[in-house]
């Protein structure tokens, strides 16, 4: 089973707007992250955020954290074509585990 | 600081034929992975291993092999490739449960079996 699993699949938007994604997971955790995909590339990480926070920002990136749903979305705002990228969560579980992730495509 | 470092970056090989894929870390991190990528899905974990000489299967282990003899180094071996093993192989590495437990890619080892 997926540690993470994002949603939606696809998202694509005009450059400018706000792009939002969401994960869920499973089970307890001490932090969840969030990492960035450029095609082909190796993920980078993005941002942290520990079980006790509920929201996190760092620079454009917004994420929230509901522990009793388990669930987190990714918030990007004034999108650039930049952006383009896949967007995956992972867990801090041993097996860091990622799901089908989101892909995102920002117009120019 | 190179960070994580896989070896080699492009392979071709024959169905039946072995090799082994190096992930090097230097930044004394005790976790490291293996994932492979297919096209337009998401990385799936093959093997992880939690400190120096112990591993552990993940998702999808089997028609893998791995070793961690050294801290810096997680190997992984394919005895008798496949084509179904045709893939981008990922590797990473980060610090222990408990800590800050960013987790640091390489740049992927891209591998056609014919």
């Known amino acids: 089973s997926q540690q993470g699993e994002e949603d939606p699949q696809a998202l694509s938007i005009q450059e400018g707007e706000n792009a939002t994604m969401n994960c869920s997971y499973k089970?307890?955790?001490?932090?969840l992250q969030w990492y960035r995909q450029n095609s082909g590339r190796g993920l980078v990480h993005l941002i942290l955020?520990?079980?006790?926070?509920r929201e996190k920002h760092s620079g454009r990136l917004r994420v929230t954290l509901d522990t009793s749903k388990k669930s987190s979305s990714l918030l990007i705002t004034a999108s650039r074509a930049a952006d383009t990228a896949s967007y995956f969560c992972?867990?801090?579980?041993?097996?860091?585990?990622f799901g089908a992730g989101t892909r995102l495509t920002v117009k120019p | 600081n190179a960070g994580v470092t896989q070896t080699p970056k492009f392979r071709v090989l024959k169905t039946g034929q072995s090799m082994t894929l190096l992930c090097a870390q230097d930044?004394?991190?005790?976790?490291m992975y293996w994932y492979r990528q297919d096209p337009g899905m998401g990385l799936r974990l093959i093997h992880y291993?939690?400190?120096?000489?112990?591993?552990a299967k993940g998702e999808v282990p089997d028609g893998y092999n791995v070793s961690r003899l050294k801290k810096q180094n997680f190997l992984l071996g394919l005895e008798s490739a496949a084509p179904s093993q045709t893939s981008v192989y990922f590797c990473?590495?980060?610090?222990?449960?408990?800590?800050?437990?960013?987790?640091?890619f390489g740049q992927g080892t891209r591998l056609t079996v014919v």
């Open positions: 955020i520990r079980s006790n926070e």
């Open positions: 990473a590495s980060r610090p222990r449960r408990g800590v800050l437990t960013e987790a640091f």
């Open positions: 089970t307890s955790i001490n932090n």
């Open positions: 291993s939690v400190g120096e000489g112990t591993t």
């Open positions: 930044m004394n991190h005790e976790y």
């Open positions: 992972a867990t801090d579980l041993n097996d860091m585990r």
